[in-house]
């Protein structure tokens, strides 16, 4: 049976985490104009990549990444495979403490941070637990019923104060290219390209298309250009890009005089949280998958809360917002090389390994 709505949901809501946060401030401060530019080629690169790493997996029919790697060389294979363990479980410290943090400034200032950080761990982690990558993917199709309307709704009506002619210029020439010499861009490519890589995992059960997957990357192309024009049209740029979020900023000024809730982010905050919850889901499962087919076969009820008090120490470790974000400028050179080196790899193996097959056919 297909699985393309629920890859493609899937897909769409672990990447819809990261938007609306770091994301803004990373494009604005990787060019002062002409902002489409890098929001466009971010996606370009995710498309590259996605299209490799498919590429790449349609060599061996009914395998995933893991179970390709062990049979190639097992060498490889956890060289491969602790890279991408690190990647994920430095993706959810990152993620469960920035969370933390915004939840902690925006809503509830008295509730300490360790609590809310071990709420973004224990939920998903029994998400995972209960319902593994079938649970997870029906799940999908269910938070996007009951989040995406109400945080469609908050992003209309963040269009209230906007004012268009902040939108200008739209091109100046050749040196609006500069952005590629800046690192907030590659900061940006986190959100872009951060959760491809849980197509590799899928088991052969999970049977989709591949442009499930590149219809679901482009459908995301709005929400990455709203995220950033939208803070720019209502304040410009200057001052957008002093604000630590520019977009949870501007839904806070919203004003809906019909409304019967006072602040309209409380929509958009609820659905956010629910979409990262299940991006730590989602890469819990990948940590889970790594090392039980790649490294011992561990009970997932054993695994699973040893994992959890593991990234909750870490999350410890990180005393404030500043030292997160120092954090993620430290680990971006390992987050884009993983990125890219996984896919291309898998790729060249499975070119080589088409090309054996081919040999022995003849042979015959």
Known sequence: MSKNLQVSTTYILVHLAQIFFIYPIDIMESTDQVHWLPVLFGCLFNLIMIFIYLKGLSYF?????????????????????????????????????????????TVLSNTPIWVLMLLFLIIPGYITLQGMIGGILRLSVLISALFVVPVVFVILASFQNVDWHYLLPLWTGFSDFKFVTNPSFYMSLFACSGGFLMIGFLPSFTKFKPKAIYWGALALLPAYLISVYVPILTFGEQTARQLQFPYIFVVDTIEINWLMFERINVFLLLGLVAFCMFFISVSLWQILCIIQQGVRNINSNYLIPIILILL?????????????????????????????TTPVYLLIIGWLHAKKLKVELNNL
Not at 70 to 75: D, H, I, L, R, Y
Not at 318 to 324: G, L, M, N, Q
């Open 61 to 105: 029919k009914d395998q995933n990444i893991i179970e390709i790697l062990m049979k190639k060389s097992k060498f490889l294979a956890w060289f491969f495979l602790l890279h991408a363990l690190i990647y994920m479980g430095s993706m959810i410290i990152l993620t469960v403490r920035g969370f933390a943090e915004v939840i902690s400034i």
């Open 312 to 340: 909750f120490i870490s999350c410890l470790f990180i005393p404030d917002w500043d030292t997160s974000v120092q954090l993620l400028q430290w680990s971006m050179a390992f987050r884009l090389y993983v990125m890219v």
